[in-house]
Structure formats: C-alpha cells, structure tokens
C-alpha cells in the first residue's frame, strides 16, 4: 500500500523526485518533508499513518548514519593508544591496520550508467537540433502569414479580380445570369 502510495506521490512530482535524486548523488541525504507531507495527505487510515510514520523515522535514521558516514575519519593516532595498552599489542594491531587489503569493487554499473547518460545526451542535442530547425520553419510560416494578413487587410474585390482572371469572368457570367443571389 504504501509502495503504490510513494510512487504515486513521485509521479506528482518529478521535478521533486529528481532534486532528490541529485541529493542522493551528493552524498546530502536530507528528508524532504514536502514529499512526506504529500504521502500523509494520502493515507486515510491509522494504520497506514502509524506506518508512515515508521517508514519517515527509519528513513531520517538512515539518513543521519550516512551523513555521519560521509566525513572522513580522523587518523589513527597511534602513539595515544600504546601510552594506553600494552605497545606490542598496539604495534600488532597497526601492521595488521596499515597490512590489510581491502576488496575492490568491480561492477560495472557506473560505466553502463555512463554509456546510457552519453546516449541519452546525444539523443537530447539531435532533439535540440531538429526542434531550432522546426522552430525556424514556424517563425517562417508566421511572417508569411503576417504578411498576408496585412495583404488582405488592404486588398479589394477589384485587385482579387484582377490577380485572378478566371475567378473575374466566372463572377461576371453569374452577375449576368442573376446567379448571385444565393438562396
């Protein structure tokens, strides 16, 4: 239920959704509480608001654990501790520290996501580029039909007639035939 209620609330608000994904990008995780309040507009019933409730505490949690995470940590100071505990036990423990491998990532996420981010921005600037070439063709058709607004504007039946030949003599023939007056 929720579920369905969250991504109807991200549907209302894309332009929300993406500012909160840039912050997630940056590493500031911070709650946006429009989008809480939009979910709790939503739920109708107590238990539906005693989960969002749960839901926004757990999400504030965890936001706080990776804003803390994201300040690098103080360095080891490792003359403090052997003035503590016994020298030889601190000086294991800072070979193993300085000794220790850790895993390297090796997904491949980053480069896909790149590769779609450089297709996606190609397919942007040829839109770009059709709709300058597209809006260069309206703003044609407009001044053309300015211009013969203006045209019409001032024109009178005699200058019609006498641009269109056809059109005075077929004029002509229904005046002498009394074939003007439509009934």
């Known amino acids: ?15 929300l959704a993406a500012q909160q994904q840039r912050c997630f990008a940056e590493g500031a995780v911070a709650p946006q509480t429009t989008v809480w309040d939009e ?3 939503l739920v ?4 539906g608001k005693r989960e969002l409730a749960t839901l926004r505490s757990s999400y504030v949690d ?11 940590q103080p360095a080891i100071k490792w003359a403090d501790w052997s003035k503590e505990i016994d020298p030889k036990l601190v000086q294991q423990f800072k070979q193993a520290y300085e000794t220790m491998k850790l895993p390297k ?12 981010f450089a297709a996606l921005q190609k397919e942007a600037e040829a839109l770009v580029t059709s709709s300058q070439i597209r809006i ?14 203006e045209r019409i504007a ?11 030949p056809e059109l ?3 004029v002509d023939e229904e005046v002498q035939k009394n074939y003007f007056m439509v009934v």
């Open 154 to 164: 001032t024109t009178t039946i005699d200058d019609e007639l006498a641009a269109d």
């Open 136 to 149: 260069a063709e309206i703003q044609t058709e407009i001044a053309n039909i300015q211009k013969e607004k």
């Open 44 to 47: 109708t019933s107590d238990d």
């Open 105 to 116: 990532y090796e997904g491949t996420e980053l480069q896909e996501a790149t590769a779609q």
């Open 39 to 41: 979910l709790s507009d």
């Open 1 to 15: 239920m929720l579920r369905a209620l969250a991504v109807r609330a991200a549907r209302r608000g894309g332009a």
């Open 62 to 72: 965890i936001a706080q654990k990776l804003t803390g995470m994201a300040k690098t």
């Open 168 to 170: 005075a003599k077929e």
